[in-house]
């Protein structure tokens, strides 16, 4: 059903992620009769422009983003509700310009009072819109009527500076109205970890630690940092990516089955593992964290490029890493014992995103011309992105008169069953949010276990620079290091070919 009355007011709307995700997000639901006849968007900028040209700008970039989803039917119905208000973010007037713009558009609109704010701009400014927003009574709700925020990342640098944002947040909001973004949370083949393990009942009896030997989270960019060096040179791939999107896979992966689908039974869970993550201290910094920074190198398709310290807005002696690896473990009875490896790199070999479950071997192979040195584990391979799919890997007989083991597959691909659905990824959370759910969103506690769990790492890094800067070449598999992560331990990533 379309989401209730309401108007979504973008901060930032002159921005990229407007453009990219946002616009084309609400396209794709209007496109699905998911928006109301009673909606409507005020977008907020400092640029000069007028509703038409707000309009026009976004058209172009819609049908650029959607490719061939792209009607011009849907989007005339979402065009004409597109609103645009030239406005300094951190001056009150604008807040009080906004109030009035509102209302006139409640009674224009029908959108009922019903506001959502998107804060599509740097973390430094979270502060400033809340604050605002509140002092002009814009984040006060009535029994008619509802107020919500969503926040982007980065949530913070740290520990500290989340606590102290969500303290911040507090002050204007309750915590139901605050909803902070993952946009890996908005993705079907992350929520289907969910689905694949609770809606089946095969899956669960194997997944624990009498089956599983260990996990691999891979997020592997072949990218580089292409525009963002000056926001990419202060964050570094640890921050950037382990405490919110790798963190969110291992929420999923190693929950427990939650009592209902309710949003704070989910959430419950998912702090429950975090909370189980053994905090490395300062000695297992040394040898479960492995931090990497690419130097010049040729990639796959053969292209030569720069180093991370030649990229537009890096410090050219940057100590800033492009990788990093993590062996994490949990202190639980279902995961004692099985090592969680993490590993996010720009400027790698592939673009993919996966995660590996590796069984234990068969206590004894008794067919004596199998090879067990060539037979691999069994393994399943959950394809986040892209071939999303699920795939298993079991060993299977060679025809022929021996009794010989192979490796097969069997591959299960989104796109065979349901197509592909056009997506940016942010249309199931703005959906939910309209809707008043949070389940996909990040209570202020998860953001702050995931920074709990890396603060050892951040410390430990800080406090040792590395000298060995850059230590991988561009368009290899990481650093040596990495590898050794899991080879000391008897073990190897996934290579996929
Ligand atoms: C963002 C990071 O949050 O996620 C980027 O800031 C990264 O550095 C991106 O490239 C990865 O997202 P996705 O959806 O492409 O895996």
Same mark, same amino acid.
């Given at each position: 059903?379309?989401?209730?009355?309401?108007?979504?007011?973008?901060?930032?709307?002159?921005?990229?992620?407007?453009?990219?995700?946002?616009?084309?997000?609400?396209?794709?639901?209007?496109?699905?009769?998911?928006?109301?006849?009673?909606?409507?968007? #005020?977008? =907020?900028?400092?640029?000069?422009?007028?509703?038409?040209?707000? !309009?026009?700008?976004?058209?172009?970039?819609?049908?650029?983003?959607?490719?061939?989803?792209?009607?011009?039917?849907? $989007?005339?119905?979402?065009?004409?509700?597109?609103?645009?208000?030239?406005?300094?973010?951190?001056?009150?007037?604008? %807040?009080?310009?906004?109030?009035?713009?509102?209302?006139?558009?409640?009674?224009?609109?029908?959108?009922?009072?019903?506001?959502?704010?998107?804060?599509?701009?740097?973390?430094?400014?979270?502060?400033?819109?809340?604050?605002?927003?509140?002092?002009?009574?814009?984040?006060?709700?009535?029994?008619?009527? $509802?107020?919500?925020?969503?926040?982007?990342?980065?949530?913070?640098?740290?520990?500290?500076?989340?606590?102290?944002?969500?303290?911040?947040?507090?002050?204007?909001?309750?915590?139901?109205?605050?909803?902070?973004?993952?946009?890996?949370?908005?993705?079907?083949?992350?929520?289907?970890?969910?689905?694949?393990?609770?809606?089946?009942?095969?899956?669960?009896?194997? $997944?624990?630690?009498?089956?599983?030997?260990?996990? !691999?989270?891979?997020?592997?960019?072949?990218?580089?940092?292409?525009?963002?060096?000056?926001? %990419?040179?202060?964050?570094?791939?640890?921050?950037?990516?382990?405490?919110?999107?790798?963190? #969110?896979? =291992?929420?999923?992966?190693?929950?427990?089955?939650?009592? /209902?689908?309710? /949003?704070?039974?989910?959430? @419950?869970?998912?702090?429950?593992?975090?909370?189980?993550?053994?905090?490395?201290?300062?000695?297992? #910094?040394?040898?479960?964290?492995?931090?990497?920074?690419? &130097?010049? &190198? #040729?990639?796959?398709?053969?292209?030569?490029?720069?180093?991370?310290?030649?990229?537009?807005?890096?410090?050219?002696?940057?100590?800033?890493?492009?990788?990093?690896?993590?062996?994490?473990?949990?202190?639980?009875?279902?995961?004692?014992?099985?090592?969680? %490896?993490?590993?996010?790199?720009?400027?790698?070999?592939?673009? %993919?995103?996966?995660?590996?479950?590796?069984?234990?071997?068969?206590?004894?192979?008794?067919?004596? @011309?199998?090879?067990?040195?060539?037979?691999?584990? @069994?393994?399943?391979?959950?394809?986040?992105?892209?071939?999303?799919?699920?795939?298993?890997?079991?060993?299977?007989?060679?025809?022929?008169?021996?009794?010989?083991?192979?490796?097969?597959?069997?591959?299960?691909?989104?796109?065979?069953?349901?197509?592909? +659905?056009?997506?940016?990824?942010?249309?199931? =959370?703005?959906?939910?949010?309209?809707?008043?759910?949070?389940?996909?969103?990040?209570?202020?506690?998860?953001?702050?276990?995931?920074?709990?769990?890396?603060?050892?790492?951040?410390?430990?890094?800080?406090?040792?620079?590395?000298? @060995?800067?850059?230590?991988?070449? +561009?368009?290899?598999?990481?650093? +040596?290091?990495?590898?050794?992560?899991?080879?000391?331990? &008897?073990?190897?990533?996934?290579?996929?070919?």
């Amino acid at each position: 059903p379309p989401a209730p009355p309401n108007a979504m007011i973008i901060f930032g709307a002159a921005g990229d992620l407007t453009k990219r995700k946002l616009i084309p997000a609400l396209f794709h639901l209007c496109h699905g009769n998911l928006l109301p006849e009673t909606f409507a968007v #005020v977008g =907020l900028d400092r640029m000069e422009m007028d509703d038409a040209t707000f !309009q026009s700008m976004m058209g172009e970039e819609v049908k650029r983003n959607v490719g061939n989803a792209w009607d011009a039917e849907t $989007w005339s119905r979402l065009c004409e509700r597109l609103h645009y208000m030239t406005g300094n973010i951190t001056e009150e007037a604008t %807040y009080i310009a906004l109030c009035e713009r509102l209302s006139g558009i409640d009674a224009e609109r029908g959108t009922d009072g019903n506001y959502l704010f998107y804060l599509a701009v740097p973390p430094s400014l979270f502060g400033d819109i809340t604050r605002l927003l509140g002092a002009v009574g814009l984040t006060a709700e009535s029994e008619n009527d $509802w107020r919500r925020v969503i926040i982007e990342k980065p949530f913070g640098i740290d520990l500290d500076s989340a606590k102290a944002l969500n303290r911040m947040l507090h002050e204007t909001l309750d915590e139901d109205q605050i909803y902070r973004i993952d946009h890996y949370l908005g993705k079907e083949t992350v929520q289907n970890i969910m689905v694949f393990r609770f809606s089946n009942g095969f899956i669960e009896p194997l $997944w624990n630690r009498q089956h599983i030997d260990h996990v !691999q989270i891979t997020v592997a960019e072949s990218v580089g940092v292409e525009h963002r060096g000056p926001y %990419y040179d202060t964050a570094g791939a640890l921050r950037d990516m382990i405490p919110n999107h790798l963190l #969110v896979l =291992l929420g999923f992966l190693g929950m427990e089955p939650p009592n /209902s689908f309710d /949003s704070q039974a989910v959430r @419950d869970e998912i702090n429950k593992v975090l909370d189980a993550v053994h905090p490395l201290t300062p000695e297992q #910094v040394l040898t479960n964290a492995v931090r990497g920074q690419y &130097g010049e &190198g #040729v990639m796959p398709n053969g292209e030569k490029v720069p180093a991370y310290r030649s990229s537009p807005g890096v410090d050219p002696n940057s100590r800033t890493e492009t990788f990093a690896a993590l062996k994490l473990t949990m202190d639980n009875w279902r995961w004692a014992g099985v090592p969680f %490896y993490l590993r996010t790199g720009k400027r790698l070999t592939a673009q %993919y995103t996966e995660v590996v479950i590796q069984f234990k071997r068969a206590p004894k192979i008794m067919f004596k @011309d199998a090879d067990t040195a060539q037979m691999n584990p @069994d393994m399943l391979v959950l394809r986040i992105q892209p071939n999303e799919g699920i795939q298993m890997s079991f060993g299977a007989k060679i025809p022929g008169p021996r009794m010989r083991v192979g490796t097969v597959n069997m591959d299960f691909c989104y796109a065979d069953y349901f197509g592909n +659905a056009p997506a940016t990824g942010y249309e199931t =959370l703005i959906y939910d949010c309209m809707n008043g759910d949070a389940t996909l969103f990040k209570h202020a506690d998860t953001v702050e276990k995931g920074w709990e769990i890396v603060e050892s790492v951040q410390d430990v890094w800080a406090a040792m620079p590395p000298r @060995d800067f850059p230590n991988y070449a +561009a368009g290899t598999w990481g650093p +040596a290091a990495a590898g050794d992560l899991l080879k000391n331990d &008897g073990r190897l990533w996934r290579r996929i070919t």
